[in-house]
């Protein structure tokens, strides 16, 4: 069994970055809006060339004050140009570094809303693929994202989150609610542990609910995300899991 391990980085916690950056597969760097600037931009991306990590655009809302976590409510159009703006951004970025972008995961309020609105995810995937059609899209399976890369005929990875609580439906607890971080080293193996050989969460409520991914998530602002990362990568390979990317899409970033 193959599984990619993901982090959202260049989010303000360069120390953070350095430690996790080591542990993990694929790298999700912030582009400027929501969090990171030119600068942090290139060190990450250079971090992340280093260590042999796969480089993804992790876009969000221009929110710096609430760090991209507040909804907002915006045409399709200003999603799109949302988008390619922090996209063309990063990609100079990476290009300069000698890297190419393997994938793009929104950031917060972004990926929260595209999770269930429709609209919102089709101008995000329609945006990367007029971007790149090789950028695969991460979210969460069963998302409307899913289904409009599905629509689209644009490639997609699932993934699963190894400190966030689930509700039974198989969506994310709202942050705000108590418990919807995992934090605990212990509750972070065990959910990892499930998720691998059952293929399910235990939900808020004490319900089983599947789970489908391809990729872990493992969050760099969650308290103790290094050691969490580590722990997570060893019950992955204590489980016999190879950790690696996803093989890239023809490389490139511009379509043909």
């Known amino acids: 069994m193959q599984l990619d391990l993901n982090a ?14 080591p542990v993990i597969t694929s790298a999700n760097i912030a582009c400027g809006l929501h969090a990171g600037d030119p600068q942090v931009m290139a060190s ?10 796969a480089v993804g655009a992790h876009p969000g809302f221009d929110d710096r004050a609430g760090f991209g976590r507040r909804p907002r409510d915006l045409s399709r159009d200003e999603v799109r140009e949302l988008l390619l703006y922090q996209l063309g951004a990063l990609a100079a970025i990476a290009a300069r570094a000698g ?21 919102m995810a089709v101008a995000i995937v329609s945006a990367i693929r007029g971007f790149s059609p090789r950028l695969r899209l991460l979210g969460r399976a069963g998302s409307a994202m899913q289904m409009a890369a599905a629509e689209l005929d644009h490639p997609f990875t699932a993934e699963a989150f190894a400190d966030r609580r689930y509700g039974p439906d198989g969506s994310l607890v709202p942050r705000g609610e108590p418990g919807a971080v995992l934090s605990a080293p212990d ?13 399910e969460v235990l939900a808020a409520d004490g319900s089983r609910v599947p789970v489908t991914f391809q990729s872990l998530c493992i969050h760099g602002d969650t308290a103790g995300a290094p050691a969490l990362a580590s722990r997570v990568r060893q019950e992955l390979e204590a489980c016999g899991v190879r950790v690696s990317a996803p093989p890239s899409l023809d490389m490139g970033i511009l379509p043909p």
């Open 44 to 53: 990450t991306v250079r971090l992340a060339v280093r260590h042999g990590v």
């Open 187 to 199: 509750d972070v193996a065990a959910q990892v542990r499930r998720l691998v050989t059952a293929g």
């Open 99 to 119: 890297a190419d972008l393997r994938h793009v995961k929104p950031h917060g309020a972004l990926y929260s809303q595209a999770e269930s609105d429709r609209s």
């Open 8 to 21: 959202d980085l260049g989010e303000g916690f360069p120390e953070v970055d350095a430690a996790l950056m």
